[in-house]
Structure formats: C-alpha cells, structure tokens
C-alpha cells in the first residue's frame, strides 16, 4: 500500500558519521571530474563537436565536466523523439509512471551523499544547502508520483438520467523543460518529472552552467526504468536553441523557471502560433523575486535578525526566495540593522568543499561581475554598512554585503540582483513598512516579524507574495508544506510541491454516453 508522503529529512552534518560520508562522497566525486556527458535523445547517446564546459565556481579552473551542445537540428530531433514516445508513454497507467519516480527517488535517496556532493563542485553549494537540494528533489518524486496516481483517477462528475458520464484528466504531449542553475538538482527534476509523470514526453534543456547533475539525474532515471524518449537531455545555450525549441509547432507546453526576462519572452514567443500548430501552447513560468522580511517593534528582534541573514546570505542570496530587503520600522530599525550586521560579519566565506565555509561562490563570473556592479549602485544609492570589498583571490566569492538606508526608489530595492547584497530599508511604522514591501513588480515570498495578531492578520491578506512566512524566515519552502511559486511578474501563479501543480501538464475529457 501506498504510504503518505513525507519529507526527505535533512542530514545532520553535526554527526561525525555523516560528516565522514559526505567527506569520501566529495573525494569520489573529485576524481569523476573531467567526464563528457553527450546528449539523450530517444534513448540514444548522441554526441556533438560543440560541448558546453561546467566550471567549479569556487576554482574556476577546475572542469567539473562537458556535455554535447545540441544545435536546432538536434533540438528538432529530441522533439520528434518525444513525440513518438508520448504515442506509448501517454498509455501508460498512472501508477505505472510514478512507480519509476519512486523508484528514482529510492536510488537518489540511497545515493544522496554522491549527488549533494557534484552540487557541491557544481553549483558552489555548502554540504547544508547541497543536502536540501537532493531532499527537495527526492521529495519532487515521491509527491508527484503520489500526485499522478490522484489525478489519474476517474474525476467526481453530477449524475444525469439517461447518460453515462465520465471525466478524467489526459496529458498534453510534447513539452520542453527549462530549468534554472540555482536549484540545479531539485528544481530541474521537479519540472521535468511532474510533465512526464503526467503522462507527457519531454525534452529537457538544463542550464548551461549546471548541465552535469542534470546529465546524472538523466542517468539516474533511465536506470530506473524510465523507457526511452521520455525524457530527453538536451543541452544548448538557451539563446542559440531556446527559442526555437519554444516556437516549435510540436512543443504542446513550456515549463520554464529562471529570470523574469527569458520568462517574459518564452510568454511571447509560446504566445504566437507557428505554421502548422494546432494548439495554444501552456507556459508554466516560474520567475524572479525582490522578497522582503518586515520587521515591526514587537518583534523578537534576534529572531528577526538570524531570519534576515539566513534569508539573505544562504546559498549567497542566489534563491529567488531570498531576503533581499529587510525593512525594518523606525523605532528599532537601527537595533534591528546592528543585529544583522553582528551576525553577519561572522558567515565564514570560502571553499564549499571545506564545511566550515558557510557561504561559498556565486556561481560564475557573469554574475560576479553583475553583482558587483550593483554593489557600486548600492553604494550611491544608501550606506555599505558591510562587504564591498574585491576578493582577490581564485573563485567568484563575494562575502554579505549589507546596503542601509536605502530609499523605495533604488535600483537595489526594486531590481533582482540575485547575489549576497542585502538593501536595508526605515519605514515610519507598520503600515509603512507593507506599503515598502508591496511596492515591487514580483510578488514570490515575504516575512513577517511580529506579535501583533492585527497586523499578521492584515498582512495574511494584503502582504501580496505566493509565499509569506510569519516570525520565520523567507527562505526554505518545502514539497506540499509550503506549495512555492508567486504572483505578479514571478510568474503564471503556479505552485511548484503544491497539489495543483500536476493539473498544469494535464488536460480534462469529458465522455458522455447515452443509455
Ligand atoms: P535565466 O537566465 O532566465 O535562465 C533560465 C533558463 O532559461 C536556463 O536554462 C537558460 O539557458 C534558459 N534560457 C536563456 N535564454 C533562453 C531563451 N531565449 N529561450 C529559452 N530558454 C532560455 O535564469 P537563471 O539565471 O538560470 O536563474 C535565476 C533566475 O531564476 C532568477 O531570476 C530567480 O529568481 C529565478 N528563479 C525562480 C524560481 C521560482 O520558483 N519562481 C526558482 C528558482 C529561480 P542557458 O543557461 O543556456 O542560458
């Protein structure tokens, strides 16, 4: 029998034997570095000239492996692919499908240490931030294989004389999956598992800086029985085949989670029917925050601090969920800002190999770069009370920089910088502080630090985030606990872990027979 879902729990690093695991797991994982992961199509292991080179951020020089490039034409061959699986797969029965994710969830589980570990090389991850991000993918199997054998079920409908009536929900086809390099295990397996465990195909375009978990990921679920063709890898740079694969009269749907502009133009370009398309594409669009922590006079000021750090700095601030603005009223705002910066000036920053390194690199020098030039804009815009200073040595590490007083109106309190850079903002009271807190074009997560039951009650319905967390941090969603996704320019509304999630890949029939 089926049990009820639970969440992966997280590993405790404080136990010597956990520790010791993970340990050998990054020494394993060393000497794989360097391998070529070509593409999956149809099943096939299809190589390329081109290949796209994932770099350790935290030593740049450090090739953590290759994978091929897909070009438009094996881009067009991935789709054709999907599409003659989709012919089979689509029959499958629902539990059929979600047993193979169970399955993978079990061999991920077992091999937790391993995957968290090439989170570690790859995506710069500390082993804390590396080990949420294989629960969470762990966590996105089990669920959505609970969720489609729900959905698969006949759907309830009104008796009607003389009539047979049946309702049921059947899948979509050929989609194309998206994923961001933030959440390179967790949120790739998620969109990609809850398509095709629908009953669709898909041909997944990983990000270009994190491609070789994804490559594992894939080997992981082909070793799990996930017949060919359902799940393509086909990496490529999003310019060169992302809107191409997007436009493609065979794609039925886009799941997509990244930034607000590769959201807004696959929204556009999913928007136009290509010669030949016979459908109205779905997008699901999962995209960018400017999330604020409020922080009102009755708070627990130390909660509300270590809130704002954690929210702030972990996985150096590089979460759509993160804190990138603490808006703290008059009364205690300086008290509340000499808390922040207390704690912060004592995150250790360096090597995520070394787990005494809480924070580690942002993940390439792209972002580097544009993150410090944000910092030069903070420095204009209010007081750099903290960080700021170039880091001289190998690796793309800036440490918590900490932006007080900073006006409604700055570029670094309306624009996602997506980095460790912290704006501080005065608001004159509690009323004040929502208003600062709402007046954002995204809409993705917000905290709420209080004692008075008013005003949580007031922010339950007008602190306007998909996510609001109340004397907690603004960080940390998990799989049906806290259903993750925004409003406004975050995205489509949908709700990733969440139990409408599956029904965005899905499609309801409506049979009706007379008697
Ligand atoms: P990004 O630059 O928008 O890239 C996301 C994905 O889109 C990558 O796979 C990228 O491929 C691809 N892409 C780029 N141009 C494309 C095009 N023209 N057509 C199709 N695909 C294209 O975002 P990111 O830097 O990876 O991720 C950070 C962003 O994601 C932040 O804004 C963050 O807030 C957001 N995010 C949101 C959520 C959420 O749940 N709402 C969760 C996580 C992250 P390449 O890598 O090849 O360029």
Request: glycine fraction near 8%; proline fraction near 5%; charged fraction near 25%.
């Amino acid at each position: 029998m089926l049990t009820e879902f639970r969440n992966e729990p997280f590993v405790d690093f404080s136990a010597a034997a956990n520790r010791t695991l993970m340990a050998k797991a990054i020494e394993t994982v060393q000497s794989q570095l360097g391998k070529h992961y070509p593409l999956v199509i149809g099943g096939r292991r299809v190589d390329t000239k081109d290949r796209i080179k994932s770099l350790n951020p935290a030593q740049p020089d450090e090739i953590v492996g290759t994978v091929g490039k897909a070009d438009v034409a094996l881009a067009d061959q991935a789709i054709a692919e999907a599409e003659k699986a989709f012919a089979t797969w689509k029959k499958f029965e629902p539990a059929a499908r979600a047993r193979i994710l169970w399955r993978a969830a079990a061999a991920l589980r077992r091999r937790k240490f391993e995957f968290s570990a090439w989170l570690v090389f790859e995506a710069g991850k500390s082993w804390a931030e590396a080990d949420a991000d294989t629960a969470e993918a762990i966590d996105f199997l089990d669920f959505y294989g609970r969720e489609a054998v729900r959905w698969g079920a006949d759907q309830p409908a009104t008796r009607y004389p003389g009539e047979d009536n049946h309702v049921f929900y059947v899948p979509l086809g050929v989609g194309v999956a998206i994923p961001p390099w933030n959440f390179p295990l967790a949120i790739m397996a998620g969109m990609t598992t809850a398509a095709a465990v629908a009953g669709n195909t898909v041909v997944l375009k990983p990000a270009s800086v994190t491609p070789v978990i994804a490559a594992k990921f894939v080997e992981l679920l082909e070793e799990a029985g996930m017949p060919p063709g359902v799940v393509n890898f086909v990496p490529g740079s999003g310019g060169a085949i992302g809107d191409h694969i997007v436009q493609h009269p065979r794609t039925r749907f886009i799941t997509f989670t990244g930034s607000k502009e590769v959201g807004l133009r696959i929204w556009e370009l999913a928007a136009k029917p290509a010669p030949g398309q016979i459908w109205l594409k779905r997008v699901v669009a999962e995209m960018g925050g400017k999330d604020a922590i409020l922080v009102d006079e009755t708070a627990d000021l130390d909660g509300a601090a270590e809130a704002i750090v954690n929210s702030a700095f972990g996985y150096q601030g590089q979460k759509c969920s993160a804190c990138s603005r603490a808006i703290v009223v008059k009364s205690v705002y300086k008290d509340v800002l000499d808390r922040v910066v207390e704690r912060a000036k004592k995150i250790t920053v360096g090597p995520p190999r070394d787990p005494a390194n809480w924070m580690g690199p942002v993940i390439d020098e792209a972002s580097f770069r544009k993150i410090n030039e944000y910092v030069e804009v903070g420095r204009k815009e209010g007081k750099v009370v903290l960080g700021g200073e170039k880091w001289n040595a190998a690796g793309y590490f800036i440490p918590p920089v900490i932006v007080a007083d900073v006006k409604p109106t700055a570029r670094i309190h309306c624009e996602e910088i997506f980095g460790p850079v912290l704006a501080f903002l005065e608001a004159r009271d509690f009323e004040h502080g929502l208003e600062i807190a709402n007046a954002t074009e995204f809409g993705l997560t917000g905290a709420l630090w209080s004692r008075d039951r008013a005003r949580l009650e007031r922010a339950r319905q007008e602190f306007h985030v998909g996510n609001l967390y109340f004397n907690r941090k603004c960080t940390g969603a998990l799989v049906d606990v806290h259903p993750f996704g925004g409003f406004n320019m975050s995205g489509t509304d949908s709700k990733a872990g969440g139990r409408d999630y599956l029904g965005l890949f899905l499609q309801m029939k409506s049979v009706s027979e007379k008697l």
